[in-house]
């Protein structure tokens, strides 16, 4: 807990203490709640026991980001990144950067050692896994991950949560699952139109008789009358 700058909460916590047990974690909480932090907590614990973590994300962008960040946090020379068109100290680092396509990959490649010596794989964003396109990518790794390797999954918050733990368990291994339902970037909901903003859900401004948001609002009214 004293690698952060801020007391952690509760589910983070939770998170470090699977991860100290040598169990996989999958981690469901809204947008903005902290997450990252079991992430970190991971790269902390495997740089602690002189192993290498993979870190990977759904979009180049993120990982580029994430690239960035964690050079800030852990040093250069022990960061790399490794997407399908750049390769920066994809060898040597300790904390590898990847996106979760070509972590699939390298788990099919019989030439590759790209597990070797990895204490843990994160995989952010693993809502993904529900994309009907993409999904099966997530599936796979999780499935062609060693179970030697402790995972730790990410995720925005999920219906079926409950049903992927009991997965990874049958696939992979022990796994914990951490849920938060506290939303600490609250969400704020507003119509707009060529008159200006209105906040959606305001009880007062619907009583003054803004005729506009009463029509949105109102059941039984058609899209002709909404205008």
Known sequence: AQSWGFPIDRFQLGAVEALVGRRSVIVSAPTGSGKTVCGEAAVYAGLALGKRVLYTTPLKALSNQKFYDFKQQFGEERVGLLTGDVSVNRDKASVLVLTTEVYRNMLYDKDSDAVRDVHSVILDEFHYMNDRERGTVWEECVIQSPP??????????????????????????????????????????????????????????????????????????GPEERG
């Open 148 to 221: 030697s390797v402790l995972l730790v999954a990410l995720s925005a918050t999920m219906r079926n949560v409950k049903d992927i733990k009991a997965w990874f368990e049958h696939v992979h291994g022990p796994t914990d699952l951490i849920t938060s339902d506290f939303r600490p970037v609250p969400l704020r909901f507003k119509y707009v139109d060529r008159a200006g903003v209105v906040d959606l859900f305001d009880p007062l401004k619907n009583k003054r008789g803004d005729a506009r948001l009463n029509r949105l609002l109102l059941p039984g009214v």
